[in-house]
């Protein structure tokens, strides 16, 4: 051995022993713990920073949003990327609330395609979309054709067609409850084929909707258990209210 080998050897290994010396305690937890404790956080702008922090960090939100069967953007100002790309991580995910926060949604069709490509969609079983603006037909239908394991959809407040419902009735069989509130664009011919395609449907909000008295028989004719709010049914005595 070269004289000063030994001595350069025996310096890098005094730096590394320093630096575990004074490696912060949190870096040195695996990243199974650093993902648990991750999940515990409910604010998004925390998340993006802590993935900001180092590598580790990083795959540790990776993997604690890859935990999560629950995920509700509702208060938080989101936009399409940023929504689309929690989400794409979130591959546990069965419960979904995009609904337009007190802020104002920012997601528009464009993000909901985006967020149709993430592997958890087929596996989704609620989606709410309540109040969300910004999209159209368009965007819904990239997003439910790949939902095929819905059972609770929220669009109401939207500016949905029969056109949205054609698709939820064509890809949703398992559909057991929706909720309509003041989708004025919706009409009787959608209603009619919703009901007649998804023959789990329990319930559905048509509150604020534009459609006669006249179609809720022709529903609960089609499906005699079927639940309807609505407030033409509360405005006619004769009609049972649910």
């Not at 949190?26 to 922090?53: E, K, N, W, Y």
């Not at 999560?68 to 940023?82: C, I, Q, R, T, Y």
């Not at 398992?174 to 209603?191: A, D, P, Q």
């Amino acid at each position: 051995m070269r004289r000063g080998e030994g001595r350069r050897r025996m310096d890098s290994a005094d730096v590394w022993a320093v630096g575990m010396e004074f490696e912060p305690e949190i870096d040195r937890l695996p990243i199974d713990l650093l993902a648990h404790i991750f999940a515990m956080i409910t604010s998004f702008t925390d998340l993006a920073q802590a993935c900001g922090v180092c590598r580790k960090w990083k795959e540790g939100v990776k993997l604690s949003l890859g935990r999560k069967e629950s995920l509700s953007f509702a208060g938080w100002k989101m936009d399409d990327d940023s929504t689309a790309r929690l989400i794409c991580h979130a591959y546990s995910l069965r419960d979904l609330d995009i609904s337009r926060s007190r802020w104002g949604s920012q997601i528009t069709d464009r993000g909901l395609h985006q967020i149709s490509l993430a592997n958890c969609i087929p596996n989704l079983t609620s989606i709410s979309l309540w109040g969300m603006a910004g999209i159209t037909d368009k965007g819904v239908v990239q997003l439910i054709s790949r939902a095929n394991s819905l059972q609770n959809l929220n669009v109401g407040g939207t500016f949905v067609t029969d056109v949205s419902l054609l698709a939820i009735a064509d890809n949703c069989p398992n559909l057991k409850s929706i909720v309509l509130w003041s989708c004025r664009h919706v009409t009787e011919s959608g209603l009619l084929i919703l009901v007649s395609k998804c023959r789990k449907l329990e319930s559905i909000n048509a509150w604020g909707m534009r459609v006669p008295v006249d179609c809720f028989i022709g529903l609960v004719a089609i499906s005699p258990s079927l639940q309807i709010k609505s407030r033409s049914l509360l405005l006619n005595s004769m009609w049972p209210v649910v």
